[in-house]
């Protein structure tokens, strides 16, 4: 029952985002606002019955209903009910229709904003943002349905939604289960961020596109979704650290960052929406180069349904990508219509698009936006031909190939460092006019300050003069950005006479843009610092330990204590070990390195015993594949310097990022429809 | 004349370790160790699961590839050559990055030739969008709006443009 | 000069798109088509080239000695070997896919295969195959063309002479 409802629910979507669309272009070329208002009016119906869709779904889900090939697939009944919920996202047609759902979100609110100005956009906006949706539900309706059902007939059990001739429905008793990996916390909220930033750059895309479309010239489409678009670049941020996050935790290599193809394929959008982001600011405030962020934002979309695109239709393979699928040629089909479609349209739009391009100065603001774009850019085009090449490759020699980090990483680290020097060089610059000596004096006191970055290092020994030049960097980022931060509010004091914190806070809100970038820099400059500490000074070692025995690493010795063996209530075997740490013979504490083997899929997922301050991370593993006793049990151990930063500077990140979307004072809501001049 | 007699010392010491570390292990029978293997290991992926290396997959296969590692290490064979076999055996994805050999040098020329180029169209672009000198001695501006008399006419043209995009829209 | 690049560009995308797309999806050779030619070169340094054996019907096998379902069929395989040996005109050959020779060579022992085996080199034979597992096993006829297409083991004796005796007539 609650499956035929659930898919009667998406063939209802499917039928009023077709009206939609056709109403709104119906509306727009007889100039009838009464056929755009009801397109609105579409919009504002699909996502209440999209969430009776879901809901079913998680109904099916949480109860078991196996005669369900989704909730087969990834349920069981040895699930806890919250992982049976969040198995939603565990699959290839569940992840689908809450993408879909979730883009229907989006379209409702847009729906809800109130349209008086703007008018003429309205009906492109709706044509854009209903025409992804289509394609999605299409997907799941025709090619992924996560209704279908499990029936028997003579061939044998097949699976459909509606019920084949002579064909009998077949009732199983249990479900395959969640794949243990999907299991781990950070891995339950990271497909959902990652979807929302996915999903929600659709809306200053359509406004994009709707500008092109109309012809229209001027920044009406960038002040409206300047909100969105923060938080939807938040959540896609939030998307690749949580990934790296749960990466760090459950896979158990030590590391955050693999640039696999589909850690890639999220990573590229972000790099182009970064861009964007700046760019736009050039735009706004300057009026110069608006093709570019036009370009920025189409780029980004493009990328988005590249990066779906690969990572669901076999095209890859990966710890990430879904089961082979059949969605493959039109999601192919959809994604070249659209790259055709945006290219034509903006080839045709391209001279009205001109705008003046005026740099005076190597060290205005302009100068270094543009700087950084070109930065982000240069990554961007070196991690896209990483992700296609071996495609290219066993096309044209027949040979596979690897691509993997070297490859990036020598890219990576010096655009990096570029962007560093950049963020720590940014707050002093100003709009086109900066004098060398006004930069000298706002300049000498953090560099001083700054050289700790490389004093301090030298004189613990250190003396790989990248490493050196790199402590530099974020030395010298967090000492400009805070110098500038606390001149600021000095100056305030003085003029104005008030106290610390109401400096703050007004100096704050006077410039609520300014002050969160550079929050946001120092976050950014803090994850340099763990980045920097990993990847220079990682060591490890690993070795089989009889109980009582040590290995050693840099000044820690690890000792196995113990071993327990035990089975849990949800269907897993544990294997925990006790090991014991001392630093320079102190003793320190107690680890429980652990293996899960989950015997419905029988994999096994190890989780590492980790001792995390400020300074390093010990980080040790039971490597699963060796057997595990108390004669012997084989540890892997990391020795990780300076990485809790990495998470330091992701807090700071986000909280400078919510800061910006932050409705100013008294204006609110209105500061997002009106927009300075 | 010490410091050079020094230096050689010094050289010589440094390649009697090296050559007792690649002596066939005859005299020790534990053989290399894990973080030997794993050195080596970290520089393969994995022949059969994509974009996994080869010290972290599980895989029994994996294990039997670490162990044919382990082998050659003890027979004396150097990282290059094991790394050669591998290749030889199961192919070219088996590396980490692409050997610079034919088609593949494409994959490091191309990103190569775009970034050279997006550096050197950054230069030219800077040259082109410099203003001339008359300009740079104004004072800085705080808010926007160029003072050019060109790009006022342009700010003139939008503002009736939108003003009258308004009216029509009220209608 | 500028627009003629970017087009360019974004058509070489997508046909590299597609094509990469048709191939992922393409299944192993089908029956019927011609066997794509290849060597192998055994453990004991033989070498066997496929077109040198037209006019013999030609079975390769696909296994590996980490393949739990490669075993089931191996004694059949022998078996089947050993039952054709006599007439000449029915050659074996054993494809070891992406394995280690020691491994390998104890497992060919453990099951007691006489006939050919060899690595599968740079995984060159098994990417003309595209075969997508093992085991798979691709029967080739007198004129060089597959005949059948086994996916998964053998599951017994009978079953392997009964698709090859067809192709003797």
């Known amino acids: 029952m609650a499956a035929e409802i659930g898919f009667g629910a998406l063939f209802i979507s499917l039928i009023f985002a077709i009206y939609g669309i056709g109403a709104a272009i119906y509306g727009e070329r007889t100039h009838r606002k009464d056929w755009v208002k009801s397109a609105q009016q579409a919009m504002r119906l699909i996502f209440p019955v999209l969430t009776i869709s879901i809901g079913s779904l998680l109904y099916l889900l949480a109860n078991g209903h196996f005669e369900v090939v989704y909730v087969a697939d990834v349920t069981s009944r040895s699930m806890p009910l919250y992982l049976k919920l969040t198995a939603l996202w565990g699959g290839q047609a569940g992840s689908l229709l809450f993408w879909s759902w979730l883009l229907a979100g989006f379209i409702f609110a847009v729906a809800l904003r109130k349209w008086d100005r703007d008018q003429d956009l309205l009906p492109w906006v709706i044509v854009v943002n209903l025409a992804t949706l289509i394609f999605f539900l299409i997907l799941n309706i025709f090619y992924e349905n996560p209704f279908a059902r499990y029936w028997q007939d003579a061939s044998g059990i097949i699976s459909s939604f509606g019920q084949p001739p002579g064909a009998l429905p077949i009732y199983p008793r249990d479900g395959g289960g969640l794949n243990p990996y999907l299991r781990h916390p950070g891995m339950i909220i990271h497909p959902p961020m990652q979807y929302l930033g996915f999903v929600g750059f659709i809306v200053p895309f359509s406004y994009a596109i709707a500008t092109l479309i109309t012809r229209r010239t001027d920044d009406r489409w960038i002040q409206i979704t300047r909100g969105w678009t923060l938080w939807a670049w938040l959540f896609l941020s939030l998307g690749l650290i949580l990934g790296a996050r749960w990466a760090y935790d459950v896979l158990g290599w030590g590391g955050y960052w693999g640039w696999d193809p589909v850690e890639n394929s999220a990573l590229m959008p972000w790099l182009s929406g970064t861009a964007y982001l700046h760019a736009v600011l050039i735009h706004e405030k300057r009026s110069m180069f608006k093709e570019w962020s036009m370009v920025l934002i189409v780029i980004t979309y493009l990328l988005i349904i590249f990066g779906t695109f690969i990572t669901r239709s076999g095209l890859l393979s990966s710890v990430h990508s879904f089961a082979e699928s059949k969605i493959g040629p039109i999601f192919l089909g959809f994604l070249i219509l659209t790259l055709l479609g945006t290219v034509l349209l903006l080839n045709s739009r391209w001279k009205i698009l001109r705008s003046p391009h005026v740099v005076q100065n190597l060290f205005s603001r302009e100068a270094l936006i543009i700087i950084s774009v070109v930065l982000f850019l240069g990554l961007l085009v070196t991690v896209f031909w990483g992700v296609i090449f071996p495609m290219i490759s066993e096309l044209a020699t027949g040979q596979k190939v690897t691509v993997g980090p070297p490859f990036y990483e020598r890219v990576a680290a010096p655009i990096f460092g570029g962007l560093l020097t950049l963020m720590a060089i940014c707050p002093l610059a100003v709009w086109s006019y900066v004098s060398f000596k006004h930069l000298g004096k706002l300049l000498w006191k953090p560099f001083l300050v700054s050289l700790l970055g490389i004093v301090l290092p030298l004189i613990g020994g250190l003396t790989r003069w990248p490493a050196l030049i790199a402590f530099w960097l974020v030395a010298f980022g967090l000492a400009v950005n805070i110098f500038e931060f606390i001149r600021r509010i000095r100056i305030r004091r003085r003029t104005e006479g008030e106290g610390w914190w109401s400096s703050f806070s007004k100096v704050f809100r006077r410039n609520q843009r300014s002050y969160s970038a550079m929050i946001i820099h120092v976050g950014v400059v803090l994850m340099a610092l763990g980045v920097i500490g990993i990847e220079f000074f990682q060591t490890e070692t690993q070795g089989t330990l009889a109980e009582g025995q040590a290995l050693r690493l840099s000044s820690y010795t690890m000792t196995y204590e113990d071993l327990d063996i035990f089975d849990t209530r949800d269907a897993r075997n544990v294997a925990r070990a006790v090991v014991s740490v001392k630093k320079d013979g102190q003793k320190l504490g107690e680890l429980y390195p652990r293996k899960d083997f989950y015997y419905e899929s029988g994999i096994p997922v190890t989780i590492p015993g980790v001792r995390s301050t400020l300074l390093d991370d010990f980080y040790v593993i039971l490597v699963d594949w060796k057997e595990i006793s108390s004669e012997g049990a084989t540890f892997k151990i990391y020795h990780n310097p300076l990485v809790k930063w990495l998470w330091i500077g992701a807090w700071v990140f986000v909280v400078g990022v919510v800061m910006a979307t932050w409705p100013s004072g008294k204006k609110g809501l209105k500061a997002l429809n009106v927009g300075k001049l | 004349m010490k410091k050079f007699l020094r230096s050689i010392v010094g050289l010589l010491s440094l390649c009697l370790l090296t050559v007792s570390v690649f002596r066939p292990v005859s005299a020790q029978e534990s053989g290399p160790t894990d973080d030997e293997v794993n050195a080596v290991a970290s520089q393969l992926y994995c022949p059969v699961c994509e974009n996994i290396p080869l010290d972290a997959c599980g895989t029994v296969a994996c294990e039997q590839w670490r162990g044919i590692i382990r082998d050659k290490l003890a027979q004396g064979w150097t990282e290059d050559e094991i790394k050669d076999y591998f290749v030889a055996q199961y192919g070219d994805r088996v590396l980490a990055e692409p050997p610079v050999q034919g088609f593949n040098w494409l994959a490091y020329l191309i990103p190569f030739m775009v970034l050279v180029g997006g550096l050197v169209l950054l230069v030219f672009g800077f040259r082109k969008w410099r203003v001339t000198e008359s300009l740079q001695s104004t004072p800085p501006r705080r808010k926007t709006g160029l003072q050019d008399p060109e790009i006022d006419q342009e700010y003139l043209r939008k503002v009736e443009e939108e003003l009258e995009a308004r009216t029509r829209g009220r209608g | ?169």
């Open chain 3, 1 to 169: 000069m500028k627009k003629l690049l970017l087009w360019s560009a974004l058509a070489l995308l997508i046909v590299i798109l597609s094509v990469g797309l048709y191939r992922s999806q393409q299944g192993q050779i089908n029956v019927g088509q011609p066997a794509p030619e290849f060597t192998l070169v055994t453990f004991s340094g033989e070498s066997y080239q496929l077109s040198d054996y037209q006019g013999s019907v030609v079975v390769v096998n696909f296994w590996a000695s980490w393949c739990e379902t490669c075993k089931p069929e191996a004694k059949d395989l022998e078996a089947a070997y050993k039952f054709y040996k006599s007439r000449g005109d029915v050659l074996f050959l054993g494809v070891d896919y992406v394995d280690t020779e020691p491994e390998a060579l104890a497992y060919l022992k453990e099951f007691g295969i006489t006939y050919p085996n060899g690595p599968d080199l740079r995984t060159e034979i098994s990417q003309a195959f595209r075969i997508r597992g093992v085991p798979e096993t691709f029967i080739i006829d007198q004129e060089g063309l597959i005949a059948h297409l086994q996916i998964g083991p053998f599951l017994s004796l009978e079953e392997i002479k009964a698709i090859i005796d067809p192709l003797l007539k």
